[in-house]
């Protein structure tokens, strides 16, 4: 074997290790602007090798490196179930290999142009494909590695996530090349032309950054009062086993200690209330009714918590809610609709076996109903409206455009992270909350159970916040904005329009081609 494929090989694996580690809070995702390179490189060395190798191998060569990658970096979901880790890592790897090799099937049969260009496009359209099927998540899209380096990404604003992964692409492909230009050349001037071209590559988008970011200036709306409480009860030990009614008069407690006069919002996290809350009678509701009380002495704030409900019309459905309360008894209610597959939606069909093998979290397994529209929860005091993100919905940043667009003033993420341990996860879950403010330039209240609950600025800025596994409150004002960016007027449109040119390449090179070589044959017959 060719000693130069090995070094390829085990480098790739290298590769990996270092991509996922965009996605752990020490480390920058500066290094996924290089990571990629060892992937490319073998990819070139197969082509080089006019694909002795064949297609087949050349797949089992790329996914050792995309799995170490995906273990890596989301192996703190064993925490949740292994079931789940197992399912996802499958999924996962075998997309990302897949997407890279079809590329590189390509790039045999049409040049390297193409190759190029299909490297680009086809992983632009597999990451749309993860935003937008419900078995699929887009946590490890390549540009959310970038969420703990806001000060270089103020430009999501204009392209969002997808911006950040054209720019790891084009600078890994752009690397390889002109390491294996380099290599074949050995001249000092092709070393030059790599400097300089890497040079480019990074710092033009840091400038488009630095001048994004200062053209950013706040609103001049008046500024609101928000109250974040953060209760940490254990919801592997405590949640289940208190009662609903403890459990909210301690998130009372929390917020009667630092509310005041000025308070516009109340915040508390997800599934605050455990316990489903009939919809069709929730004016009753026992602990609707006691902050309902609370708010009669602040009759100027607005309560927002979590709560787990249930309807049954026209049949029984169980949501995970997010409900808005008035002093007055105005009760408004918005279902999380981007639901953690295998644990909050079902799997039907054929594949209904496979439910049993998912954890039950929030006291129902696979059994939630979302909603189809997206409307937003509006102050009876101020008229100012907020966006109602349920946990795994902040990573979906074309899904929280939606409320932008229809008058967001600021974006509130409820959250319960203590399912998630002392994992890198929570870090990584923290982490979409800075790129949504980014994209949509709006404050993000965040409350967690057990934390990381956080106020951030519209600069993807974390301002203020309570620490992981501290009970705690805390008390900022933030200024709603109303300004609409590129963004999110647009959503995902480099995805969608990469996943159109994909749609033609595939269509030309898997159909078109082989049909006219077919009739060709068979004309000369």
Same mark, same amino acid.
């Given at each position: 074997m060719n000693r130069k494929l090995v070094l390829f090989q085990i480098s790739a694996l290298s590769g990996g290790l270092l991509s996922a580690l965009a996605w752990y809070p020490f480390f920058s995702g500066i290094v996924l602007l290089f990571s990629f390179i060892p992937f490319f490189l073998l990819a070139g060395e197969e082509i080089n090798e006019n694909g002795r190798f064949g297609d087949r191998i050349m797949f089992l060569r790329l996914f050792p490196g995309f799995a170490v990658f995906n273990i890596v970096s989301l192996f703190w979901i064993r925490i949740v179930g292994f079931p789940l880790l197992i399912a996802t890592l499958t999924v996962n790897t075998f997309l990302m290999t897949f997407t890279f090799w079809l590329a590189w099937v390509i790039k045999r049969k049409a040049g390297v142009v193409m190759g190029n260009v299909s490297y680009i496009v086809l992983w632009l359209s597999m990451e749309y494909l993860t935003n937008n099927i419900p078995f699929l998540s887009p946590w490890l899209n390549l540009g959310n590695g970038f969420a703990g380096d806001t000060s270089i990404i103020q430009w999501y604003e204009y392209t969002g996530v997808a911006g950040g992964t054209f720019w790891i692409l084009v600078s890994n492909m752009t690397g390889a090349f002109l390491l294996q230009k380099h290599w074949q050349t050995g !001249? #000092?001037? %092709?070393?030059f032309s790599i400097i300089t071209a890497i040079i480019l590559i990074i710092i033009t988008p840091l400038l488009l950054s630095y001048s994004s970011g200062k053209r950013v200036a706040g609103s001049a709306e008046p500024s609101e009062e928000v109250l974040i409480v953060q209760p940490c009860i254990d919801p592997y030990l405590e949640k289940f086993d208190h009662s609903v009614e403890e459990q909210v008069q301690k998130v009372l407690s929390l917020a009667e200690e630092s509310v005041t006069e000025n308070t516009r919002w109340i915040i508390a996290p997800e599934t605050t209330i455990p316990e489903a809350v009939q919809l069709d009678s929730i004016d009753y509701n026992p602990y609707v009714s006691s902050i309902i009380r609370f708010l009669n002495n602040h009759p100027s704030a607005n309560f927002i918590i979590g709560a787990v409900t249930t309807s049954d019309n026209p049949v029984k459905q169980i949501h995970n809610s997010s409900i808005l309360i008035s002093a007055n008894g105005t009760v408004a209610i918005s279902h999380k609709s981007k639901l953690v597959p295998g644990v909050e939606s079902s799997f039907s069909g054929l594949s209904s076996f496979l439910q049993v093998l998912f954890p039950d979290? =929030?006291? *129902? %397994?696979?059994g939630y109903t979302g909603q189809i529209s997206q409307e937003n929860l509006i102050s009876s005091t101020t008229g100012t409206s907020a966006a109602p993100v349920i946990c795994f919905e902040s990573a979906f940043g074309g899904y929280v455009t939606g409320f932008v667009r229809k008058g967001a003033g600021f974006i509130n993420i409820i959250t319960n992270d203590g399912w998630l341990k002392g994992t890198q996860g929570y870090h990584q879950h923290l982490g979409f909350s800075n790129l949504r403010a980014i994209e949509n330039r709006r404050p993000i209240v965040r409350a967690s159970n057990t934390g990381i609950s956080a106020i951030i600025d519209i =600069? =993807?800025? *974390? +301002?203020?916040? #309570? $620490?992981?596994? @501290? @009970? =705690? +409150? +805390?008390? !900022? %004002? #933030? +200024? $709603? @904005? %109303?300004r609409i960016t590129f963004y999110t007027r647009y959503g995902d449109f480099i995805m969608r329009i990469a996943s159109v040119i994909s749609v033609f390449i595939l269509i030309i090179h898997f159909v078109a081609i082989p049909i006219r070589k077919r009739v060709k044959l068979q004309a000369k017959l």
């Amino acid at each position: 074997m060719n000693r130069k494929l090995v070094l390829f090989q085990i480098s790739a694996l290298s590769g990996g290790l270092l991509s996922a580690l965009a996605w752990y809070p020490f480390f920058s995702g500066i290094v996924l602007l290089f990571s990629f390179i060892p992937f490319f490189l073998l990819a070139g060395e197969e082509i080089n090798e006019n694909g002795r190798f064949g297609d087949r191998i050349m797949f089992l060569r790329l996914f050792p490196g995309f799995a170490v990658f995906n273990i890596v970096s989301l192996f703190w979901i064993r925490i949740v179930g292994f079931p789940l880790l197992i399912a996802t890592l499958t999924v996962n790897t075998f997309l990302m290999t897949f997407t890279f090799w079809l590329a590189w099937v390509i790039k045999r049969k049409a040049g390297v142009v193409m190759g190029n260009v299909s490297y680009i496009v086809l992983w632009l359209s597999m990451e749309y494909l993860t935003n937008n099927i419900p078995f699929l998540s887009p946590w490890l899209n390549l540009g959310n590695g970038f969420a703990g380096d806001t000060s270089i990404i103020q430009w999501y604003e204009y392209t969002g996530v997808a911006g950040g992964t054209f720019w790891i692409l084009v600078s890994n492909m752009t690397g390889a090349f002109l390491l294996q230009k380099h290599w074949q050349t050995g !001249a #000092i001037k %092709s070393l030059f032309s790599i400097i300089t071209a890497i040079i480019l590559i990074i710092i033009t988008p840091l400038l488009l950054s630095y001048s994004s970011g200062k053209r950013v200036a706040g609103s001049a709306e008046p500024s609101e009062e928000v109250l974040i409480v953060q209760p940490c009860i254990d919801p592997y030990l405590e949640k289940f086993d208190h009662s609903v009614e403890e459990q909210v008069q301690k998130v009372l407690s929390l917020a009667e200690e630092s509310v005041t006069e000025n308070t516009r919002w109340i915040i508390a996290p997800e599934t605050t209330i455990p316990e489903a809350v009939q919809l069709d009678s929730i004016d009753y509701n026992p602990y609707v009714s006691s902050i309902i009380r609370f708010l009669n002495n602040h009759p100027s704030a607005n309560f927002i918590i979590g709560a787990v409900t249930t309807s049954d019309n026209p049949v029984k459905q169980i949501h995970n809610s997010s409900i808005l309360i008035s002093a007055n008894g105005t009760v408004a209610i918005s279902h999380k609709s981007k639901l953690v597959p295998g644990v909050e939606s079902s799997f039907s069909g054929l594949s209904s076996f496979l439910q049993v093998l998912f954890p039950d979290l =929030g006291g *129902i %397994s696979g059994g939630y109903t979302g909603q189809i529209s997206q409307e937003n929860l509006i102050s009876s005091t101020t008229g100012t409206s907020a966006a109602p993100v349920i946990c795994f919905e902040s990573a979906f940043g074309g899904y929280v455009t939606g409320f932008v667009r229809k008058g967001a003033g600021f974006i509130n993420i409820i959250t319960n992270d203590g399912w998630l341990k002392g994992t890198q996860g929570y870090h990584q879950h923290l982490g979409f909350s800075n790129l949504r403010a980014i994209e949509n330039r709006r404050p993000i209240v965040r409350a967690s159970n057990t934390g990381i609950s956080a106020i951030i600025d519209i =600069g =993807g800025n *974390i +301002t203020h916040s #309570i $620490p992981w596994w @501290e @009970e =705690g +409150t +805390t008390v !900022a %004002s #933030i +200024t $709603p @904005e %109303s300004r609409i960016t590129f963004y999110t007027r647009y959503g995902d449109f480099i995805m969608r329009i990469a996943s159109v040119i994909s749609v033609f390449i595939l269509i030309i090179h898997f159909v078109a081609i082989p049909i006219r070589k077919r009739v060709k044959l068979q004309a000369k017959l």
